[in-house]
Structures are given as C-alpha cells and as structure tokens.
C-alpha cells in the first residue's frame, strides 16, 4: 500500500498536507515554486501554499493552521517580528534576533520558531571561500533585514564589521541592539563620506540590505538606481565580495558596477533557496532536500517573468 505521506499525488487529496508562506503581500513570491518543485522531488505528498495574511488576521492564522495539522510555515515581511510572541518555543538565534521565518509544529502543540535567514546568508558565502576570519564586512543599511546579516557575518569570524546608515537614531538603536552578540559591530554614518570611502577601502565584503536597485512595478526606473556610487565602487579591492540581497532584477545595478570594477558578486536568490531549503528540512525532518531543484525552479520562475 501507497505511503500517503510519501506519495506525490497528480492533485491533491484527502490526505496532502500543507505548508506555506504567510506574508503581505505574497503574491509575487517565489517559494511556492521552488518549494513544491522539492515537494515531488522528495516524494512527499504535501503542497505549499503562499497564504496572504493582514496583520490584523495573523493570530487567527497561525493558530489556526497549526490547530488543522499544518506541517510547516515561512514566514516573511512584515510578521517576523511580531509572530515571535505567538510561538510556544523559540530557537536561541530567533529570540537573539527577535525575529522567526520558520515555524515548526511541536508534537505537544504551538509553534517552534527559528530563523534559517542566517543560514541562508552565510551558505553561499562558505561556498565561495571557506574561510573569513579576520575579514572586513561593510553591511549597507541597518533595517529589517541586517539584523540578520549582521548574526550571519558575525558566526562567519569577519574581524570587523561595520553599519551604515542613514538615519542616526536607527543607526544607533540598531548597535545598541546587537552590541552584545556582535561585539565587532560599529556604526558608520553613511552621510559622512571620508568614512563611507575608508570603510570601502578596507572592505573584504560589503552587502547591500537596503531595497535600492530593486525592481518595482510603481516605478520602472527604480532598477537604475544603486546604494553605491560609481566614485563608491572605485574604492573597493578588486578582491572584494559585493553580495545584493536583492534577487530582482538579476543582476542589479550595484553587482553590474561591482563586477565592472573586478570584484566578486553575489544575489540574493541562493539566500532565498537555501534558507527555503533549510526550513524544509525542518519540516521534513529529512536531510535530503534537494537544493538544485529549487534552485532551477527558481531561476525558471524569474525567467519566466522577464
């Protein structure tokens, strides 16, 4: 007899299970793609589901799906701070940066929440060069995203690592933040451009969290515009990594003058695979996710869209 559990259907049945993507909006999303592409790889007779959820309903939603036998959930903008108090148990990285992406149901109930952003981000990066320590990391931006690229570069060893930004009130709430886990972290106001250009000077790896040069439906010119200027980009080593966390468009202004100049690049689309493939493998409980399919199906997916 067939495992329902292990049996990838033609369409669902009775017995698929769900996993999802809560978020707002959603729609534009790759994870369903890439996700359901390593469902049927693996066998597994569940589909993934991108769930748009206002902020007013995501109580309702969370409970509700884990009260429905819900196998896993993603979390992404703008609920990953404010789900962490709906979790029944966090991870040690998830309560350090006081934000969840992935959701585990508990065999006693509620929701274990981690965060696999960290692992997503660093998993290229090991992949390039195995070893940063004693590096210089210059993170572009100090909002939602950088919290945790700052844990990232940080586990990675980089000697120093510095934040820029524009806003001194965030800057600084943002050091005061993380200065107790990322003990190297200094801000760097990007206003001030003798500084801006002696950090790039002796940077290792810069990376860009801010959402300039990525595209936009409202504004066709937004994929012209960069963090980084072209006066910037002629500091940097040539030996540098710039890494974009954007992944539309690929590539974006900032990894185009970047590889111009020589250095080495990195997008944003291997983060969203792998911290997708490392959220699957806590659902799953398996080891065996295969990476290259999602992967693909993700670059198919953007292709398809021009």
């Not at 007779?45 to 896993?72: H, K, M, Q, S």
Request: charged share 15%.
């Amino acid at each position: 007899m067939t495992n329902p559990t292990t049996a990838k259907p033609t369409t669902a049945n009775a017995q698929t299970a769900l996993v999802g993507l809560l978020g707002d909006p959603v729609h534009h999303s790759l994870s369903p793609v890439m996700h359901n592409a390593a469902l049927e790889a693996m066998g597994l007779n569940w589909i993934f589901l991108a769930l748009p959820t206002p902020a007013n309903d995501l109580e309702t939603v969370v409970r509700g799906l884990r009260a429905v036998g819900c196998r896993g959930l993603n979390v992404t903008i703008p609920h990953k701070h404010s789900v962490v108090p709906l979790c029944a148990e966090l991870s040690p990285l998830a309560q350090r940066l006081g934000a969840v992406n992935a959701l585990v149901p508990r065999v006693d109930g509620g929701w274990f929440g981690t965060n696999t952003d960290v692992e997503g981000f660093i998993a290229p990066l090991r992949e390039a060069q195995s070893d940063w320590q004693g590096r210089r990391a210059l993170v572009l931006g100090c909002g939602g995203s950088a919290r945790a690229i700052v844990a990232a570069i940080t586990s990675l060893g980089c000697d120093q690592i510095q934040i820029a930004g524009r806003r001194p009130d965030a800057l600084a709430a943002f050091q005061q933040d993380c200065g107790a886990w990322a003990p190297s972290l200094t801000g760097l106001d990007w206003h001030h451009q003798a500084a801006l250009e002696q950090a790039l000077e002796a940077a290792d790896l810069v990376v860009n969290t801010t959402p300039l040069g990525m595209a936009s439906t409202h504004n066709p010119d937004a994929v012209l515009a960069s963090p980084l200027s072209p006066g910037d980009i002629q500091r940097l080593k040539p030996e540098c990594w710039v890494y974009d966390i954007i992944y539309t468009p690929r590539p974006t202004r900032l990894l185009t003058d970047a590889a111009a100049h020589g250095c080495r690049t990195l997008d944003g689309l291997e983060m969203l695979v792998q911290q997708g493939a490392a959220a699957l493998r806590l659902w799953s409980e398996r080891s065996d996710v295969p990476v290259a399919v999602m992967r693909h199906a993700a670059e198919a997916a953007l292709a398809d869209r021009g």
